[in-house]
């Protein structure tokens, strides 16, 4: 258990484990923009990035912010790929961060989900649809889309929340979906070594063995991350 994050008694928007272990987090520091009364007036500070390697954490310069967005600045899924690169999906863009700088891919529009495949794919769902990218080139992949989450699995599978339906996307093979009808708003997947698929939602933390759903958590939880060692954060 981590107790002494510089995230304590702020908001803590998503999070998301390292090939090499490392925990990032991004969030607001200083209190929940969204709950009055906590000293911060809503979205007057830049988001937060920070990483903790086990031993201590380092936070980050924010990442591109215009406060003229408001809300919109919101971080809405994390990713970070094999190479260490962190990929912030947020209401206003798409944005990497090598440890060092910055890059702005998406400008100007909602990108509600972003993972990254073991191959390095970079798979993102915004109001357009569901993208394998390869900067500056897109290619979508068929199907609709929706903003509760995108696990990528290669360059041609990945899973993705579509409406009510959690689906399994392989190029070139029929879809395969499966019903989230109750279970809320999806935050967030994971997948374990084991193939079980971790969705955080507004109602809860729930996994699926590839035919059933069991609940985990009962409380609204912002995200899910697998530890290399296959540990459920």
Known sequence: EVTDHPFLGSYVWAMEA????????????????????????????????????????????????????GCYNALLDLAVGPDGVVWWASGSGLVSFDGTEWTTHIDGWRVGSVDVAPDGT????DDYGIHAADFPAVVAAPGPADYGGVLAVSA??????????????????????????????????????????????????????????????????????????????
């Open 18 to 69: 390292a090939p090499n272990g490392d925990l990032w987090v991004g969030g607001l520091l200083g209190g929940d923009p969204l709950v009055s009364g906590t000293g911060v007036a809503p979205w007057t500070e830049p988001p937060v990035l920070a990483r903790f390697d086990g031993e201590g954490w380092t936070v980050y310069d924010s990442p591109p912010y215009d406060p003229t967005w």
């Open 122 to 125: 970079v798979w993102y769902a």
């Open 156 to 233: 041609r599978e990945m899973w993705a929340v579509m409406g009510d339906l959690l689906c399994r996307l392989q190029l070139g093979l029929p879809r395969e979906c499966y019903t989230l009808t109750g279970y809320g708003w999806v935050a967030g997947l994971a997948v374990t070594p084991d193939g079980t698929v971790w969705a955080a939602t507004n109602s809860g933390v729930f996994s699926f063995d590839g035919g059933v759903w069991t609940r985990r958590l009962d409380s609204w939880a912002g995200g899910v991350a697998v530890a290399p060692d296959g540990a459920v954060l």
